[in-house]
């Protein structure tokens, strides 16, 4: 049983555009959500997170929202940028600090 | 700071074949992580590791095993390799929520 899900497995902008990468979860012990960037033959990195006690995060041009009632969480990046194309995972944390993860969503920001 | 490392970057092993993934880090985390990704899918834990001399099963941990007998190394060995473990793995450290990842291990069973 998926219990942090990303439905879109792809996604494409273009440049100079807002992308919107979405996540939803089940687990309503989660309270705390990362967002990771991953390129080829890299490892995931870290790119943003929220704790439940906030409803929005900014860090430059990515922001994450967090709707605790809906149990969805986006990231907006503005403007993308063609080095943003990468896979975007979605993790959510309850205890221990140990991550659950989404399946991913391939972001292409075409020039 | 090299952060987090992993030998080897590939390897393919032969079904039945034992091999241990060495996972070192520099930046004096407590904790530890293995994961395995397979293509489509998100990261999976494996094992994890909250200390030196301390570890737990996650959600995948049949037909490997971990050991930490120091902060810096956590290596992850396949006994009895097969070839539903091609994968690949990834190790990553945290003293919170924020993970650091090496760059992976490519593991083919054949």
């Known amino acids: 049983d998926q219990q942090v899900k990303q439905n879109s497995p792809s996604l494409s902008v273009q440049e100079g555009r807002i992308s919107i990468l979405n996540c939803d979860y089940t687990n309503s012990m989660f309270d705390y959500f990362l967002w990771y960037k991953k390129y080829p033959a890299e490892g995931p990195t870290f790119l943003i997170s929220i704790s439940s006690i906030k409803d929005k995060n900014e860090d430059g041009r990515f922001t994450v929202f967090l709707n605790k009632s809906a149990k969805h969480l986006s990231l907006h990046i503005v403007p993308s940028q063609p080095g943003d194309s990468a896979v975007y995972f979605c993790?959510?944390?309850?205890?221990?600090?140990?991550?659950?993860f989404g399946k991913g969503t391939l972001l292409t920001v075409n020039p | 700071n090299a952060g987090v490392t992993q030998t080897p970057k590939f390897r393919i092993l032969k079904i039945g074949q034992s091999m241990t993934l060495q996972c070192t880090q520099d930046?004096?985390?407590?904790?530890m992580y293995w994961y395995r990704q397979d293509p489509g899918m998100g990261l999976k834990l494996i094992y994890y590791?909250?200390?030196?001399?301390?570890?737990d099963k996650g959600e995948v941990p049949n037909g490997y095993n971990v050991s930490r007998s120091t902060t810096e190394d956590f290596p992850l060995r396949l006994e009895l390799a097969a070839p539903s473990q091609t994968s690949v793995y990834f190790c990553?450290?945290?003293?919170?929520?924020?993970?650091?990842f090496g760059p992976g291990t490519r593991l083919t069973v054949t």
């Open positions: 590791s909250v200390g030196a001399g301390i570890t």
């Open positions: 930046m004096n985390h407590n904790y």
């Open positions: 990553a450290s945290s003293s919170g929520w924020e993970q650091y």
């Open positions: 993790a959510a944390s309850g205890s221990n600090y140990k991550l659950t």
